[in-house]
C-alpha cells in the first residue's frame, strides 16, 4: 500500500532546493583548510615545534653534477641567528657566500680572482631567513612574519597547498605544502637568493640571482636523520636542472663559528 505525502509538492519542492543548495555550499567549507592549518600540519610533519626550535646548527654537504659534466660540491653552515655560509666547488673555481646578521660577503672567480665584495642591504636581508635553522614557517608570527593561503598548485605531480610567508624586511617566500605528507615540494623566493636555503638545511649550486630576480628551489627525498631531525636530501635549483644529492648532514655538532663569518682574502 503506497502512501501519500501529507505535505503539498509546492511546499515540498522549495524545501528539497534549500537542503540541495546547502549540501552544496556545506561541503567545500567543510574540506578547506586556512593558512594556519596548512601550516601548523606543515610543523607537525617535521616533528613539531619544540623539535624543530632545538635546532641551533646544521651542516650539509652535497654533490651534483650539471649538464655538461662538471661536478659542483657544495658546503652549507649554519647556526642560528648567527650565520649562514654557503662554499660551492666546481671546475672554474669557487663560489663563497657569507652573510651575518649585520654584513655579508661573496667572492666568485671571474671578479677579481676570487676576491670578496661586500653584499647589498637587499641581498643580506634576503638571506636573513637562512640563519633560521628551525625554518621562517616554524612560530611565524612571533618573527614578524605574516602568512595567506594563495589556493593550490601542482608540484611534480602532487596536489599542493601554496603558502606565502612575507618577513617583517618586507621579502616574501612562496611555498608549495604537499596536501597529503605537509612537507615543502618547492619554495619560491625573490632576490638575493643565492639557491636552494629549503626549510632549514640549503643545497644551492649557483651564484646569486639579480636582487629583484624570482626563483624557485625543489625538494624531495625527505628523510629522518639519526637524531630525529628530517630533511629534504634531494634539492633541485629551478631552470639549473642538476639535482643536489645531500652526502652528508649535521645538526647541532660544533661549528667554528669565528672563522667562517670572516671573508678569507
Known sequence: MRLKSSIPFSIMLPILLVTVIVSLVAAPVASAQTADEVVAKYVAALGGKEKLQSIHSVYQEGTSVMQNGTEINTKIWKVQDKLYRQDISFGMGNVVIIATPKQGWASNPGNNGGAFTAMSDEQLKALQSQMDCAGPLVDYAAKGNKIELLGKDTVNGSTCYKIK?????????????????????????????????????????????????????????????????????????????????????????????????????
Request: proline share 6%.
Open 165 to 265: 610567508l612575507t618577513q617583517a624586511s618586507g621579502n616574501y617566500i612562496t611555498y608549495s605544502i604537499d596536501e597529503k605528507t605537509s612537507y615543502v615540494l618547492r619554495e619560491t623566493r625573490k632576490g638575493g637568493g643565492f639557491g636552494g636555503g629549503g626549510r632549514r638545511a640549503g643545497g644551492g649550486n649557483g651564484a646569486a640571482p639579480a636582487p629583484d630576480a624570482e626563483f624557485h628551489v625543489d625538494y624531495s627525498d625527505y628523510q629522518k636523520t639519526p637524531d630525529g631531525y628530517i630533511f629534504p636530501f634531494v634539492i633541485t635549483i629551478g631552470g639549473r636542472g642538476a639535482r643536489n644529492n645531500v652526502e652528508k648532514l649535521e645538526v647541532n655538532k660544533p661549528v667554528d663559528e669565528a672563522a667562517l663569518s670572516k671573508p678569507t682574502k
